[in-house]
């Protein structure tokens, strides 16, 4: 089991971000976390990725407590987060070498490490080029990159394609099929066309709680709708 999450609960004053939330999730599984605006997707993400410190409850991440064992946890995932993560000023290479500088390689580890990226990421014409500089898809890739370049065990990806058009978003598609099963992937989205395209399995947030949980032929069938947009709006519906 990679992630075994046990009443995760997050509250800023008055409101309960995520209430309770109890989930756990394979090795090598890609999953989809969906809801609708102020769910409590990213809450529960930075929770996870030990960004956030959780009002109750706990997570095991590889078996490690996000709450009494937050160090190793870091060690063992990485995040990319919805504000892109990449230094506007830097170049590729040198975006990709400082994280991998940060997570304990020496400069030739980091180098070695920052070519690999780029030639996978499809980024090596760019390797001199500030960051700032790159198209919206190609920045977002540089930021999966990034968080990648620790060989995570579980990584997180907040709305990956947020704002991309359809050939990046395509493009991003190809790159994370092929990360498929090598590592525990948890995304978040709201492009329902891609959690088809990619989860193994998905998860539906409201207010706070996990509305609906399964592969999405087991959400068709529970719920009697045909398409994965009918099945969001029937389990997020006001009551
Ligand atoms: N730092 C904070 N202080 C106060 N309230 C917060 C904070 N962060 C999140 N919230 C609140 O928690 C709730 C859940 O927010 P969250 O960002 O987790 O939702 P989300 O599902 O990721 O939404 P979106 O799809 O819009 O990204 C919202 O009502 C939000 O306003």
Redesign the pocket.
Known sequence: MAIAITNLTKQ??E?I??DHLTLTIDQGEFFALL??????????IKMLSCLLTPSSGDALMSGDSIVANPTAVKQKINISP?ETAVAPNLSVKENLEFIARIYGGNKLEAKHKAVDMMTKFGLAERAQSKAKTLSGGLQRRLSIAMALISDPQIIFLD?PTLGLDIRARRDLWKILLELKGKITIVL?T?YLEEVEALADRVGI?HS?KLHALGTIDELKENTGQSSLEDIFLTLTEEV
Do not use: C, D, L, S
């Open positions: 800023f004053n409101r971000a995520v809801g609708q605006n102020a769910a409590g997707k990213t809450t529960t919805q709305e978040t709201h947030m706070g």
